[in-house]
């Protein structure tokens, strides 16, 4: 088959944008080097039948109508709003914390008089950021915005990023609400979902087109080259567009050195049992050295009587010449931002060379977020 199109990777973006070409009748290749499609929403039975999601746990929401329209036409969703709760000081208690939480760990007279400052001192808004509390003049919320920091915060984040608590952006410290209230959903975003057969079941669907031709288990850097700004396919030079989900650092061969990322150790377990934990994801923000567990009954409503998995998530350092390590979370500072410019100026000077993705363009994206680039990067490039 001559292609059109050459895509690398089979996650949502790749998949996204294959199916878009497909559709208006573009030959696609797409390469992909696991041996599986779906990147990391992957997700697989296992011998207990339990279908447990292979990269770590994935709950799709989001506010775009337009990424929920365009993934309903692939597959049947349910509403599905998911909650978390976390082990602090031996208790299970909301997370974000919320006043339940409070009220959990605090005795009652407290937890009544911490409510009631803060609701007088934050009347217009339902969540608050821990920094603010921590920066009230008020001792009382001062003092609730410090333990809610040492108890939920801190360890997690050294757990996650491996970082001292002192180079933690202080933006990411302001990312983490508290809620003034009972809401104890984890996201707030309009729709949330979640694939009734599953995300592997939506990718086939996605892919099911004879425009598309996929080759697994196949690094497409063993066949795609560039030389003189162009792209070359076993040697020849390729004249159609060729969209890059992969890290874009492994396509110019770390020429300005590995971007870096943390991976994760993700350990999976069965137990004789109907139910492990009381919720799907419960935090371990201090103990422990994972940092939390996913119970995969709760995601998939599966019936299957004496039996559970779960997974255990241990965060861990990124090799990048260590083929059994994912890059799973991209550390973005300044000085890696600015690795990363230098290597899209390369990409720059390919016409027809596009970056898509989490690893293309060094991002955290969410699947919402990352569906809607492939969208919008369609309607740029489609003619
Ligand atoms: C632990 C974890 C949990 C998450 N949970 C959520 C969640 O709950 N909700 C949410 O919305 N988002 C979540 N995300 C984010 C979500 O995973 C991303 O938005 C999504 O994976 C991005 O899709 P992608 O196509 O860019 O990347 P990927 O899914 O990683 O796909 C890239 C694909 O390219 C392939 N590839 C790379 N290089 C090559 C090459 N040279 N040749 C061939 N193939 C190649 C890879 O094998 C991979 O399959 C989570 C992320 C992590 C790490």
Same mark, same amino acid.
């Given at each position: ?38 990147g ?35 597959g ?27 009220e959990?760990?605090?005795e ?14 934050y ?8 920094l603010?509390?921590i ?24 757990k ?10 202080k933006?990411?410290i ?24 599953? +995300? @592997?079941? &939506?990718? #086939?669907?996605?892919?099911? !087109?004879?425009? $598309?031709?996929i080759?697994?288990? *196949?690094?497409?850097? =063993? ?7 162009k792209?070359?396919l ?55 050295? +994972? @940092?939390? &567990?996913? #119970?995969?009954?709760?995601? !998939?409503?599966? $019936?299957?009587?004496?039996?559970? *998995?779960?997974?255990? =998530? ?57 569906i809607f ?11």
């Open positions: 088959m001559k292609y059109d199109v050459i895509i690398v990777g089979s996650g949502f973006a790749g998949s996204v944008l294959a199916r878009c070409f497909a559709d208006k009748g573009k030959k696609v290749l797409i390469y992909e080097k696991r041996e599986h499609i779906a990391n929403m992957y997700e697989e039975v296992l011998e207990n039948g339990i279908r447990v999601h292979k990269y770590g746990p994935h709950i799709f929401h989001t506010n775009q109508k337009e990424v929920l329209d365009f993934l309903k036409k692939y049947e969703w349910y509403f599905y709003e998911h909650k978390v709760l976390g082990k602090i000081n031996n208790k299970l208690v909301p997370i974000p914390f919320n006043f339940k939480s409070l959990l760990l605090y009652q007279t407290k937890a009544l008089e911490i409510e009631t400052k803060l609701k007088e001192e009347k217009d808004t339902d969540k608050v950021s821990i603010s509390l920066n009230s003049q008020d001792k009382t919320i001062k003092e609730f915005g410090e333990f809610v920091y040492e108890n939920v915060f801190r360890n997690y984040t050294a996650q990023w491996n970082i001292k608590i002192s180079e933690i952006d933006s990411v302001d990312r983490v609400p508290v809620v003034l209230g009972y809401d104890d959903r984890y996201f707030n975003d309009k729709y949330q979902f979640m694939p009734k057969d599953g +995300y @592997t079941k &939506i990718f #086939e669907n996605l892919l099911d !087109s004879k425009n $598309i031709e080759k697994l288990s *196949t690094n497409a850097l =063993e066949d795609l080259s560039i030389k003189d700004n792209v070359y076993k040697g020849k030079e390729f004249k159609g567009k060729v969209i890059y989900t992969g890290a874009i650092d492994e396509l110019f061969d770390y020429k300005f050195g590995p971007l870096p990322y943390r991976s994760l150790k993700l350990v999976f377990e069965n137990y004789d049992m109907n139910y492990y934990q009381p919720t799907s994801v419960l935090n371990y923000p201090n103990e422990e050295d +994972y @940092t939390r &567990i996913t #119970e995969f009954k709760y995601f !998939s409503n599966q $019936i299957i009587d004496g039996s559970t *998995t779960i997974l255990k =998530e241990y965060p861990l350092k990124y090799d990048y010449k260590d083929k059994t390590k994912v890059p799973y979370y991209a550390i973005i500072n300044p000085s890696n931002i600015e690795k990363y410019n230098k290597y899209f100026e390369l990409v720059k000077s390919i016409p027809n060379l596009y970056m898509c993705g989490r690893l293309a363009e060094y991002k955290y994206y969410n699947m919402d977020a990352v680039r492939a969208l919008e990067l369609f309607k740029e490039i489609e003619n």
